[in-house]
Every structure is written in structure tokens, then in C-alpha cells.
Nanobody, 114 residues
Framework: QVQLVESGGGLVQAGGSLRLSCAAS????????MGWYRQAPGKQRELVAL???????NYADSVKGRFTISRDNAKNTVYLQMNSLKPEDTAVYYC????????WGQGTQVTVSS
């Protein structure tokens, strides 16, 4: 099984930046896809970005050009660099990995004020 530990959330003003990290640990042979989802108040959880083993990346249209997903396979860690943050980015951000099964992080709060 896999445990995911997220960090990097916080409170920032509009236009600011945050960098989220998610480190995977536990017993597994490989991790295929790593990604980030978010859930804003009163809304369903949505995909933010995914990155595959070969570097394939998908972004939600709402974050293209502002967010960057990356991974460090040696550290089993996925990152989400968030720039030009907007109040509508406010949400709980969840790390997700696929390693035979789907695993979820505990979530980290990102709040963007006007």
C-alpha cells in the first residue's frame, strides 16, 4: 500500500504563488500516474493536473499557463507549482497516485484572498 503526505498549502493573496508537494511511501512496485485534484466549497472534486511516467501531462483548462505539475521519481514526489493564483483557486487540494490501485492524500487547504 501507499501513503501520501501533502504539504505546501496556505493562505495567499491573489496573484501570489504556492508550491504543493506530495511524497509517496510504503510498499509498492511502481507508480504510474501522479496527479492533483481539488474540491472547492460547494463543488465536486475536479482534476487539476496529471503527469504520467513518461512525462505526459494533462491540465484542467482553468489552470493552463498558471500551474505546473512535475515529479521527482527518485523521491517519489509530485509537485504542483501554482502561480498567478486567483480566488477561484481556493479549494482543498488532493494528491492522487495510481500504483495498481488509486491512493489519495489527506488534502491540503489553499486559500486565495482578494
Amino acid at each position: 500500500q501507499v501513503q501520501l503526505v501533502e504539504s505546501g498549502g496556505g493562505l495567499v493573496q491573489a496573484g501570489g504563488s504556492l508550491r504543493l508537494s506530495c511524497a509517496a511511501s510504503g510498499s509498492y512496485f511502481s507508480i504510474n500516474v501522479m496527479g492533483w485534484y481539488r474540491q472547492a466549497p460547494g463543488k465536486q472534486r475536479e482534476l487539476v493536473a496529471l503527469i504520467g511516467t513518461g512525462g505526459r501531462i494533462n491540465y484542467a483548462d482553468s489552470v493552463k499557463g498558471r500551474f505546473t505539475i512535475s515529479r521527482d521519481n527518485a523521491k517519489n514526489t509530485v509537485y504542483l507549482q501554482m502561480n498567478s493564483l486567483k480566488p477561484e483557486d481556493t479549494a482543498v487540494y488532493y494528491c492522487n497516485v495510481f500504483a495498481s490501485r488509486n491512493y489519495w492524500g489527506q488534502g491540503t487547504q489553499v486559500t486565495v484572498s482578494s
